[in-house]
T-cell receptor
Framework: GAVVSQHPSWVICKSGTSVKIECRSL??????MFWYRQFPKQSLMLMAT?????????EQGVEKDKFLINHASLTLSTLTVTSAHPEDSSFYIC?????????????FGPGTRLTVL | GQNIDQPTEMTATEGAIVQINCTYQ??????LFWYQQHAGEAPTFLSY??LDGLEEKGRFSSFLSRSKGYSYLLLKELQMKDSASYLC??????????WGAGTKLIIKP
């Protein structure tokens, strides 16, 4: 159990376009989902935390108008990179956490590799 | 501030044992996770410690000392597939994981 999927696995887009990444918890309800970004040979960087039905909490330095997060249901969160630029090229990973009473473990999706030309 | 300190890279021989150390400083503490991350892939869960002591799970064991802000991951009977980065991630008072750059483990035959 506790499987998280992401779609797409990889995407190549032109500069200026928007890209939507989906994160789904397949066999559990995720009260909280996290979005991370990871550049090569660097640590995971938390971008934002989203709770179902409420606005996402963004980390300092992350533009909320550029990285739109929607957590519309207990099994789905989406990240939209608006007007993408080459510097947004990165590995985007989501994770999901079950509700209270769990060990607080985060289950990670397989990641989405974004390349902006 | 919050920070994680792990060796950047370690090398070990197939069949041997390796210990990856981690020291941390966090605002509050709600346990510590170890994750494995192969190149180009997302992290996968290895272990979770919230109380002091050793947790053993097959070839992998994890130790925690809360008073020292210290943890280690012990890998036994190393296999080539264990070549990966190992991430020590304590959880702070807000239940957020704090990530370092991890330790890249290279296994040689």
């Amino acid at each position: 159990g506790a499987v998280v999927s992401q779609h797409p696995s990889w995407v190549i887009c032109k500069s200026g376009t928007s890209v939507k990444i989906e994160c789904r918890s397949l066999d559990f309800q995720a009260t909280t989902m996290f979005w991370y970004r990871q550049f090569p040979k660097q640590s995971l960087m938390l971008m934002a935390t989203s709770n179902e039905g409420s606005k996402a909490t963004y980390e300092q330095g992350v533009e909320k108008d550029k990285f739109l997060i929607n957590h519309a249901s207990l099994t789905l969160s989406t990240l939209t990179v608006t007007s993408a630029h080459p510097e947004d090229s990165s590995f985007y990973i989501c994770s999901a956490r079950r509700g209270a009473g769990d060990v607080n473990e985060q289950f990670f999706g397989p990641g989405t590799r974004l390349t902006v030309l | 501030g919050q920070n994680i300190d792990q060796p950047t890279e370690m090398t070990a021989t197939e069949g041997a044992i390796v210990q990856i150390n981690c020291t941390y400083q966090t605002s509050g503490f709600n346990g510590l996770f170890w994750y494995q991350q192969h190149a180009g892939e997302a992290p996968t869960f290895l272990s979770y410690n919230v109380l002091d002591g050793l947790e053993e799970k097959g070839r992998f064991s994890s130790f925690l000392s809360r008073s020292k802000g210290y943890s280690y991951l012990l890998l036994k009977e190393l296999q080539m597939k264990d070549s990966a980065s190992y991430l020590c991630a304590p959880m702070d008072s807000n239940y957020q994981l704090i990530w370092g750059a991890g330790t890249k483990l290279i296994i040689k035959p």
